[in-house]
């Protein structure tokens, strides 16, 4: 990777204070950049047809289209893209729903800052490969 090279992250929460801290941890690797935040599904929607964003971190409780059935449209437009889901919700039943409609990874708000951080470099990586492979 050149020193000018960076991953695209997108964050999506309808939390501001969430949102800031997520750029605050996001801004302790300088390879990854934070190319917009979004407060709901269809905002989220509308920069992922603008940017090309390697990662996703979204939450599953929005107003609007939530964070579900943001990820179904999501994979259907954009199978490369990582997402991380990361939620309040710690039922195996939330998890096991967004797994199967394809998040990458699934976090609780409660998680340790570095371990989400080291999800959210591998997932960008990913992220990044799998946009760079033939489909």
Not at 25 to 53: D, F, K
Not at 67 to 87: A, K, P, S, W
């Amino acid at each position: 990777m050149s020193q000018t090279e960076h991953y695209n992250i997108l964050i999506v929460d309808d939390h501001p204070l969430v949102r800031k801290g997520l750029r605050q941890l996001i801004s302790l690797a300088p390879e990854l950049m934070v190319i917009g935040e979004a407060e709901n599904g269809e905002q989220a929607l509308a920069l992922c047809a603008q940017e090309v964003p390697d990662l996703i971190i979204l939450d599953l409780s929005m107003q609007g289209i939530s964070g579900l059935d943001t990820l179904r449209i999501l994979r259907t437009e954009q199978h490369f893209l990582h997402v991380l889901i990361l939620t309040i919700s710690d039922a195996r039943e939330d998890m096991q729903t967004a797994l199967t409609l394809g998040a990458d990874d699934y976090f609780v708000k409660d998680s340790d800052p570095e371990i989400l951080l080291t999800a959210i470099r591998n997932g960008a990586r990913q992220g990044r490969l799998r946009r760079q492979i033939p489909s």
